[in-house]
Every structure is written in C-alpha cells, then in structure tokens.
C-alpha cells in the first residue's frame, strides 16, 4: 500500500511538474509574440469550451518558440548579393559549370541568412484555427487515423509545418485532394495501405532534382505544386502535408552529416497507433520498401515541441555549439534504423577550464563534422556517447573558440563492439598501392559513394591522420596505380587530387586491403 501511494506522489508530482513547464512555456511564447498577442489569444479564446481543442491550441503556442520561415541570399566573398535561380539551368551539370565561373570572377559563393520571419510574430489566428480543426476532423474521420492517442496526434498531426519553410494553408487542399481514398483500399483502417496510395500520386508528378541543392529556402506548398521540383526536404515535406492532412502520422527523420560520404539527407517515417516506425521517401519510395543508401552515424526526427533534454536548453561553459546541435526540437531516433552501441571517451589531454562538451565527428564534405554532444566528467576526463552507429570512423573533439578541435584519435567502432583506433607507427612503415579513389554520386534524393579510377597525368597527394592531416607526399598517376612508399602504419589516410574538390574518402589498410570510411 506505501508502495502504491508514493508512486501515485511521484505520477502527480511529474504530471504537475509537467503543466507547470508548459504554463510557463505558454506565457513566455504570448510575451515574445509582442503585437502578435491578440492573435495567439483568440485562438486559445476560440476553443474555451472545447477542452481537447484547447490543449491542442495550447501545445502549438506553447511550443512555437524557434519556429519560423528562414530566408537566404547567395553571396560572394564581399559578401555582394548574387541574382541566382536554380531553374535558369539545363540541369545540374550546367548550373555547377556557372558556379565554377562565379566563383573565378567574384571568389567563393554561398548561401547567407537574410531574415528569420518568426512564426510567434506573424502567425494568424485563422490560420491556427483552421489548422487545429482540420487536424481534428482528419483524426476522428479517418479510419486509420482513430486508434492513434492524443500524444502522437500532437507529435505527428497536428503540427502546422515541416521545416522552415514559409507559412501558408495547406491542410484544406490536400484533404480535398485525397479524400475519397478509404474508397479505394483493401483495408481502410491500415495506414501503411493510405500513406501508399497517397505517395503514388505524389511520384507521379513530383520528383527530386539536383539543382534544388541550390535553391535558397525550403518550398512552401505552392512553388512545390508550380515547380513540381525539389530536393529532399522539399519531398519529405509534401508527404508530411499531404499525409497529417489526411490522420497519417507522418515526420521527418533525417541525418545531418552521412558517415561514409558527404552531404546529409531526410526521409519521412510513418507511426503507426502501435508506436511501430517505418521509414519511407516522399516522392520516391513507399513504407516497406525504402533502404538508406549510406552509412548512420546518428538519425534524428524533426519535432514541433520543444526538447527540454538538447544541447539548447543544458548549463554549459561554451557559449557557442556547432550549428544543427543548437536545435530545440530534435530527439535521438538511432536505435530504429541501425545497431548502436554506447561509445565513451578518455581524454589523455587536460581539457581547459572553458569547456565542458565534448563532440563526436564524423568525416563529410572534407571536413570532421560533430554528429553528436556529450557531457565531460571533468575528475575522470571522460565523456559518454550514447546511441552510436557501428562500422562509423569518429574523431572526438572539442567546440573552442566556434571551431571544431581535435582532442583524441580517430577510431572505428566495430560491429562487434571493438574498438581500433588510428594512431601512427612511424617504427613500422609500409608501401601502400593505390587503385583508385573515390567520388560523390548522386543517388536518387541521396548522395552516395563510388570508385573513381586515377586520372592520367593527375597529381594526388596522400595525408595521414597525426593530430591533424600530415601531408605525406605527392605522386603523379602515369599508369593505372599510385604506390607510396615508407607510409606510416596504422593510421587513418585521405588521398585527394590536387587541385580537385576533396571530396574523396579516408581509408584504412585491413589484412593488406584498402578500406573506404
């Protein structure tokens, strides 16, 4: 009986715990909203008499701290606006041809943020509404929509966007678009069979295309339905809309950083009322029968709610974190894609009195990219990863001064649980025979890997991995093969073309073979 009563304190406790955090959350927001107040307000005024409604409206506000419309410009390197429109190409080929000349005539070029438009500060009442009451309506209408609870209602229906992109009415559309689905199914409660027939149609005018790796902004509705064309984010964005418009419990899962290629990628996922997640691709692929192309390190689900457990919201020395980590509204879904297992970390340096985050990296786009965050034992020198993909090279490392810093050796984290870790025998040295290397393709909306012969007359010059790349030595290819003689053994190596892009993959030497990472 004590038993049950001081668990029926601590449920209380928590569930009072937890509507004080979103009280909290509710003012903070209709104080930031500034003139916008009164709109918030007469949503939460509209549903007074309507209690499931009115926490619906409630979660949106309360939750729409950080959310907003980003707009870019691409610039050069004086920072001059650039007049760029990625359908004025052929295709992709052809638009990298006209970069490659903008940038000889103006130096480097990339996208720079214009204005953030904050949804707490431009968002009408009647959009909300409408919003809310089509998602409710999707909810208690649609067959296989019924058995999913107010929890994952709120998680994956109800939100009122994607991404970033830009506001604007969506839901009536394409509820209209689909509404005579059930019509057409074997089994109208079975939301697999739904979401299938609903990404048919979004394949059979809607495709992925390269250029859109330039196009400034996420799409909004509109320019997806005009240009019919997009990347990845667009693509898991029309499904989102036109999924939750119809009670499908649909997101966004993503992967900021591939592990054995560069680029990152998003897909869609669907819920069902189980709790089970299947993974599929807007535009492309449908539940049951889309497979990644490339390696996890770390898979992560966009979110509307904030995240009370990320990186944004902890005590930290730093300042400043890595880009996406900064995020409110991202959870850890690793464990439903890949084999995992908990990596900790040893620092053998002393870590200096301004830090107190260490990151795990992983290698894309010629560069150690952070792909997740974790807390330093500051008396043991210690840090734990939790949740990270096997068969991945890491580096781990510290944030200081808005720079990523090396501060332990690469390693592998095997299959099996073994860790090897890259550090230079300069006692022990090798020849090392180099076929080819390697190049990014494009996979459909991904980006993957494939072997690249040597070019004749190409100079290629080899790096090892020692606190940093360690130029070894340049070769140029005059036959089919590249050997390097007197090469450092058990390191981590990079060979690039000199005067290329870097794309190309580190490797290590395995039983004698060459292994891309």
């Not at 979110?303 to 009370?308: E, G, I, K, V």
């Not at 990296?361 to 034992?377: G, L, M, S, T, Y």
């Amino acid at each position: 009986m004590n038993t049950i009563k001081i668990s029926l304190t601590l449920i209380i406790t928590l569930f009072c715990a937890a509507l004080s955090a979103e009280s909290d959350r509710l003012s903070d927001a209709l104080e930031k909203a500034d003139d916008n107040r009164a709109e918030l307000e007469r949503v939460l005024d509209h549903y007074q008499d309507d209690s499931l409604k009115y926490q619906a409206a409630v979660f949106l506000i309360s939750n729409m701290n950080g959310h907003g419309y980003m707009r870019y410009e691409m610039v050069d390197s004086s920072e001059e606006r650039i007049d760029f429109d990625v359908l004025d190409y052929e295709d992709y080929d052809a638009l990298l041809e006209d970069v490659d000349r903008i940038e000889a005539e103006r130096g480097s070029i990339s996208y720079q943020k214009q204005d953030f438009i904050e949804d707490l500060e431009n968002i009408t009442a009647d959009f909300l509404i409408e919003n809310i009451d089509y998602s409710f309506r999707a909810w208690r209408e649609k067959p296989w929509a019924r058995n999913l609870s107010f929890e994952q209602f709120c998680a994956y229906i109800l939100p009122y966007r994607g991404s970033n992109e830009p506001l604007e009415s969506w839901r009536p559309i394409l509820w209209e678009k689909y509404k005579d689905i059930e019509s057409r199914m074997k089994d109208p409660a079975d939301p697999i069979e739904a979401a299938a027939i609903i990404n048919n149609d979004i394949m059979s005018w809607f495709k992925f295309d390269e250029r859109y790796y330039y196009h400034p902004t996420d799409q909004g509705l509109t320019e997806m339905m005009q240009t019919q064309l997009g990347r990845c984010e667009d693509m898991t964005n029309l499904a989102i809309y036109a999924m939750r418009a119809n009670g499908l419990a649909v997101t966004s899962d993503y992967t900021p950083h591939w592990a054995n290629t560069g680029n990152n990628h998003a897909w869609n996922a669907i819920v069902t009322p189980g709790g089970e997640v299947i993974p599929f691709m807007g535009a492309e692929a449908n539940p049951g029968k889309y497979e990644l192309a490339n390696k996890l390190a770390k898979a992560y689900r966009k979110m509307y709610a904030q995240q009370t457990n990320n990186l944004a919201f902890q005590e930290k020395k730093e300042e400043s974190v890595p880009g996406w980590l900064n995020g409110k509204s991202y959870i850890d879904v690793t464990n439903d894609y890949v084999p995992t297992a908990d990596i900790d970390i040893l620092f053998e340096k002393l870590i200096p009195d301004s830090a107190d985050i260490a990151y795990l990296c992983v290698f894309n786009d010629a560069e150690w990219k952070p792909i997740d965050w974790a807390r330093i034992d500051v008396g043991k020198n210690q840090a734990v990863f939790t949740n990270m993909g096997m068969e991945v090279a890491y580096l781990p490392a510290l944030y200081l001064e808005e720079k990523v810093v090396p501060y332990a050796d690469p390693f592998i984290m095997r299959a099996d649980g073994i860790r090897r870790t890259f550090l230079p025998n300069n006692d022990i040295l090798i020849d090392i025979e180099i076929n080819a290397t390697t190049k990014r393709a494009p996979v459909k909306s991904t980006t993957g890997i494939k072997e690249k012969t040597l070019k004749g007359a190409a100079e290629y010059e080899l790096f090892y991995w020692d606190e940093g790349w360690q130029s070894l030595a340049k070769e140029t290819a005059t036959s089919g093969s590249l050997i390097f003689e007197d090469v450092p053994s058990n390191a981590l190596y990079w060979l690039v073309e000199v005067d290329g892009d870097k794309d190309e993959r580190i490797f290590s030497i395995e039983n004698g073979r060459l292994v891309w990472w």
